[in-house]
């Protein structure tokens, strides 16, 4: 499954460091971030728990970049 998210992310390096987060998530099988367009795109894995992962991805995201926003 795939979806999409709006973010809030101040620059094109912090948005690099969201999407490589993203992609170590649990969960997640694929993700990208488009700093132009201020949107995520994570593919889960099969039989994921989607409202989970996507806490684990925000939680993960705010480590590396503490004022970034995914609105789930």
Known sequence: ???SYKIDVDCAN???KMEEAAK???GV???TVNFMMLKMNVEFDE???V???MKDVLKNCKRVEDDCEIYI
């Open 1 to 3: 499954m795939k979806k």
């Open 14 to 16: 912090c948005a690099n």
């Open 24 to 26: 170590k998530t649990e």
């Open 29 to 31: 099988k694929d993700a």
């Open 47 to 49: 039989n994921a728990d």
């Open 51 to 53: 409202k989970a992962v």
